[in-house]
Nanobody, 117 residues
Framework: QGQLVESGGGLVQAGGSLSLSCAAS????????MAWYRQAPGKQRDLVAT???????NYADSVKGRFTISRDNAKNTVWLQMNSLKPEDTAVYYC???????????WGQGTKVTVSS
């Protein structure tokens, strides 16, 4: 079993930037696919971006060109760089990591991002 520790949320004005990080740890916890999801108030949790262990990325259309997902396999860490933020990006952002050793997914605790207009 592993755990994820997220950091980096906060309040920012529209047009600003924030960077989120998520560090995975635990015995026999080997991150495979890593991803970020977000959940706005009253809405379902949606996929924002994914990155494979080999570095292949995928983004939701709503964030393409503004957000960048990256990872460091040696540090078991994934980041989400968010630029040109919009009020509609306001949500709780969750890290999601699939453990290669048992093919089970683990969720982070969530970090709140608020974008003011």
């Amino acid at each position: 079993q592993g755990q994820l520790v997220e950091s980096g949320g906060g309040l920012v004005q529209a047009g600003g930037s924030l960077s989120l990080s998520c560090a995975a740890s635990g015995r026999f916890f080997f991150p495979d696919t890593m991803a970020w999801y977000r959940q706005a108030p009253g809405k379902q949790r949606d996929l924002v971006a994914t990155i494979t262990r080999g570095g292949s990325t995928n983004y939701a259309d709503s964030v393409k060109g503004r957000f960048t997902i990256s990872r460091d396999n040696a540090k078991n860490t994934v980041w989400l760089q968010m630029n040109s933020l919009k009020p509609e990006d306001t949500a709780v952002y969750y890290c999601y990591v699939v453990n290669y050793s048992n093919n089970k997914a683990v969720w982070g605790q969530g970090t709140k991002v608020t974008v003011s207009s």
